[in-house]
């Protein structure tokens, strides 16, 4: 996925974090955009839908796409309006849990 790579600058993203990414991309094809990523942070829309619809659709396959064993190390977080950006952001806590906000969120 050489736009992850691209836009990453070379930084480190976790294997955890890439193959959720991987596994979005599987489900999504050419719909899926990576817009940013950040560290531990990726922001990621699908062309076609919006925001909201994508969030819950992403929850609704969250066992196709986040590992079972380990899905409470992932936050999965959506922009409450356009002012706060577009795309959603999946953020790998890996073992800091110290930012961990569970469930279905609005920025």
Known sequence: ?????????GKHISA???QVIHRIKELYGDNLEVVSARG???TI????????HFLK?????????????KLNEFQVLCPWDLRSGKGIEIH????????????????
């Open 40 to 42: 531990d942070w990726i």
């Open 57 to 69: 659709d992403l929850m609704d396959k969250k066992d196709q796409i986040f590992p079972k064993h």
């Open 45 to 52: 829309r699908a062309r076609k839908i919006t925001d909201t």
């Open 92 to 107: 790998y806590l890996g073992n800091t849990r110290n930012e961990y906000r569970p469930g279905y969120w609005w920025v």
């Open 16 to 18: 955890e974090l890439t």
């Open 1 to 9: 996925m050489n736009q992850l790579d691209r836009l990453s600058c």
